[in-house]
C-alpha cells in the first residue's frame, strides 16, 4: 500500500511540474521532467530514502549521461519529501566509487518547485491550494465510506491534540522545515 501511495504522489508531481510553461513529463523516456529547450532533467522520487545504493549508483550515471550529452543542462535528483530544504551538487561515494559532475544536482521538493516556477513559496502555495482542489473533486463524486486505516487513524489522533486540520498535521510532520511553510 505505501509503495502504490508513493508512486502516485510521485506521479501527481511529475504531472504538476510537467504542466508548468516549459517543461514537459518524460511518459516513460528515461526522465521524469525536462525543459523543452534541453536545459534541464529530472527524476523525482517522492522520498530521499526510496533508493539503495546500486539505484543511487544508476541514477547519478543516468543524470550524468544526460548532462553529457546536453553541454547546456542541469540535471537533478528530486526529492519531494527530503530531511530539509537544500539545492546542492550531488557528489560522493557510492558503491566504493566517487561520483561528482559539475551539472548534476540533488534537490528538495520545495527548492525544485521554487526553481520552474521562480516562486520562493510555489510548494506551499500548492499545499495551500489543496483542499479546495480535493473538495471540489470529492463533490463531483459519489461518497463510499473509508475502511478502517491505521494510518489515518493515527494522524486523525495527531491533528486532533495538536488542534491542526489533518492536512495541515500531514504537512507539518513532513515539510515543516521547506520555504513558507513555517507558518503551521
Not at 509503495?3 to 516549459?22: V, Y
Not at 561528482?100 to 513559496?121: A, M, N, P
Request: proline share 1%; aromatic share 14%.
Amino acid at each position: 500500500m505505501d509503495k502504490s501511495i508513493n508512486n502516485s504522489i510521485g506521479t501527481f508531481h511529475e504531472q504538476i511540474l510537467g504542466g508548468i510553461d516549459g517543461y514537459e513529463v518524460g511518459n516513460l523516456s528515461g526522465f521524469d521532467i525536462k525543459a523543452d529547450n534541453n536545459t534541464l532533467f529530472a527524476d523525482i522520487k517522492n522520498k530521499h530514502n526510496t533508493m539503495n545504493s546500486s539505484s543511487s549508483e544508476s541514477l547519478f550515471q543516468k543524470l550524468t549521461r544526460y548532462a553529457d550529452d546536453n553541454k547546456e543542462a542541469k540535471c537533478y535528483w528530486v526529492q519531494i519529501l527530503a530531511k530539509s530544504s537544500f539545492n546542492e551538487k550531488w557528489f560522493g561515494e557510492i558503491n566504493g566509487k566517487e561520483y561528482s559532475h559539475s551539472r548534476v544536482y540533488k534537490i528538495s521538493g520545495d527548492q525544485f518547485y521554487q526553481l520552474l516556477t521562480g516562486q520562493e513559496d510555489s510548494f506551499y502555495q500548492l499545499y495551500k491550494a489543496l483542499p479546495r482542489a480535493i473538495n471540489d473533486y470529492l463533490s463531483s463524486k459519489s461518497q463510499t465510506p473509508i475502511s478502517n486505516n491505521s494510518a489515518l487513524d493515527e494522524i486523525n489522533s495527531e491533528a486532533k491534540a495538536s488542534g491542526r486540520g489533518v492536512l495541515d498535521q500531514i504537512t507539518f510532520d513532513n515539510y515543516g522545515y521547506y520555504l513558507g511553510f513555517d507558518s503551521l
